[in-house]
């Protein structure tokens, strides 16, 4: 049974269109909060804001943005603001995944991984900042066991949400004295279409990948990193803040 900790609330989630940020996107809007939808599939994010409108008593939206253009992100919280009047809930959930050897890994890849998975959590978490300073509101980004460990294979992908976590750190020890909270969520495997889409490629060393494969045995379901995100957005963990919550079955552990 889950309880209506997040009434009233006015909740913006990016990468609500699938995985993750869809998961998220229902357990918060089941605790009663108001949504808005940001995806740059906004097909996607409308069919998310739709269900949830039906099965929910809460408002929901849907906005196409892209995560890895700041004015894209500058204009999204806009909208945001201007249809609910305030916000007190940010999850920067969309993201990408790309894998392979480090000598074939191309400028352009890198860029694309930094730009949508790091430098959208800038640009988002600065110009949502004010408004969640009168809010007394809270972020959670999501980063991820890559940003906590090495892994072989992800070098881009690592040293993105490595930084996601250095920017909840850094933004929660300035904002702490405002009220503002700032969190991120670390898993590890997920069953998500990130998963799926991205399988291991051939061309690497399994072996040395399996050795980090989550100790509890399986990948999370969305929802069990969907939980982990609504408990720090709600009062319950109005004590927590610049963490790095892992919820990996025991991945990081070595
Ligand atoms: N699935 C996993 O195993 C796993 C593990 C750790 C962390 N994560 C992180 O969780 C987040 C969600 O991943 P997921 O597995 O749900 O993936 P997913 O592919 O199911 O969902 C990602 C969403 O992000 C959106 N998106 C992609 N590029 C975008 C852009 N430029 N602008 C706006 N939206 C964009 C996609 O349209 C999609 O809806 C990502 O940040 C990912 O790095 C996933």
């Known amino acids: 049974m889950i309880g209506r900790r997040l009434e009233g609330k006015s909740a913006v989630i990016t990468g609500a269109a699938s995985g993750i940020g869809k998961a998220t996107s229902e357990r918060l809007g089941a605790e ?11 097909d996607g994010a409308k069919i998310t804001a739709d ?13 196409a943005f892209d995560a890895s253009d700041a004015n894209s992100c500058r204009s999204m919280i806009d909208e945001a603001i201007i249809a609910r009047g305030k916000l007190d809930i940010l999850c920067n959930i969309a993201g990408i995944m790309d894998w392979g050897p480090l000598a074939d890994f191309s400028d352009a890849r890198w860029e694309r991984m930094i730009n949508i998975n790091l430098s959208s959590v800038f640009y988002i978490c600065r110009h ?45 020890v300035e904002y702490a004295s405002k009220g503002v909270r700032v969190n991120a969520v670390c898993p590890g495997g997920v069953k998500t279409p990130m998963t799926r889409d991205n399988p291991i490629p051939d061309d690497v060393d399994k072996e040395m990948l399996m050795r980090h494969w989550p100790k509890l045995g399986d990948m999370a379901e969305p929802e069990d990193v969907a939980a982990a995100v609504a408990y720090l957005a709600s009062r319950d963990a109005q004590q927590v803040t610049g963490i790095a919550l892992s919820v990996d079955g025991g991945q990081v552990l070595g």
Request: proline share 1%; aromatic share 4%; net charge positive.
């Open 128 to 172: 949502a900042i004010p408004h969640l300073v009168e809010s007394k509101g809270n972020i959670v980004n999501m980063s991820s066991a890559s940003g906590l460990m090495g892994l072989a294979y992800t070098t881009a992908y690592c040293a993105a949400k490595s930084g996601v976590i250095a920017i909840t750190k850094s933004l929660a």
């Open 51 to 63: 269900e949830i409108a039906q099965k929910q008593n809460v408002k929901t939206m849907a906005i």
């Open 32 to 42: 009663g909060a108001t949504l808005v939808l940001a995806d740059i599939n906004f």
